[in-house]
């Protein structure tokens, strides 16, 4: 048997917390010894699942896999916020929750659906003239000091699955660009209250699913294949 090139395709991997997506495609870009890799839309270190990595050839279909619609399961607190919206940073203020009912949280959850503009979170890796707006964040700049751009986006199912005052569980397909940190921050908003995201996984980009992704360590064994 002969031992093929794995250049030119891409790979589903499942990202662990803490990682950074560019941590994984250092990783994997080390361990297939690859000269040319991408990754397929950014996971905030917090966050878990789905990431594409395309290499070789294949790096010319990130922006077809950039494109497609994103899954994402997990669930926020309300009541509190942090400055980075999740649990990178600690809480910061706390907000009355009393007021809130079943009722309020599924029609909030409904008016996120369709096409609307979204400011994303100044704990991010989006540019602003040349610099990471997480950089301005860990300076100590707030985003009222900054002209952070709206982003056009497009929530396509937005689903309540479970709710455990404070603890809300969801389901979210939404489009390229969304920041599921920035439709917490304006849950918590429109509430009259405040939130922050407690766990979030991707678990499909497209038709891809995580269930189908290996991980770094099984990457590691199979980093070459079979023919």
């Known amino acids: 048997m002969e031992i093929a090139s794995v250049e030119d395709k891409f790979y589903l991997i499942n990202k662990p917390k803490f990682w950074t997506s560019f941590d994984v495609v250092k990783k994997v870009k080390n361990l297939g010894q690859f000269k040319k890799i991408g990754h397929a839309g950014t996971l905030d270190p917090l966050a878990t699942g789905l990431l594409i990595l395309c290499v070789g050839k294949y790096t010319k279909k990130i922006d077809y896999f950039q494109e497609l619609p994103k899954t994402y399961e997990g669930s926020f607190i309300l009541g509190k916020t942090t400055p980075s919206i999740d649990l990178e940073t600690e809480v910061d203020q706390e907000y009355p929750i009393d007021h809130i009912t079943k009722d309020h949280i599924f029609t909030c959850a409904n008016s996120f659906l369709g096409h609307s503009k979204q400011l994303p979170p100044i704990y991010s890796a989006v540019k602003l003239n040349g610099e990471r707006l997480y950089k ?92």
């Open 136 to 227: 301005h964040a860990r300076a100590g700049v707030k985003d009222t000091e900054l002209q952070i751009k709206w982003r056009d986006i497009n929530v396509y199912e937005f689903k309540i699955t479970e709710i455990s005052i404070p603890e809300i569980k969801f389901k979210i397909v939404c489009s390229k660009g969304t920041y599921i940190r920035s439709i917490v921050r304006d849950f918590g908003k429109n509430l009259n209250s405040g939130a922050y995201l407690n766990s979030l996984v991707r678990t499909q980009i497209g038709d891809y699913s995580v269930e189908n992704s290996m991980s770094i360590e099984n990457f590691q064994v199979s980093k070459h294949e079979i023919i």
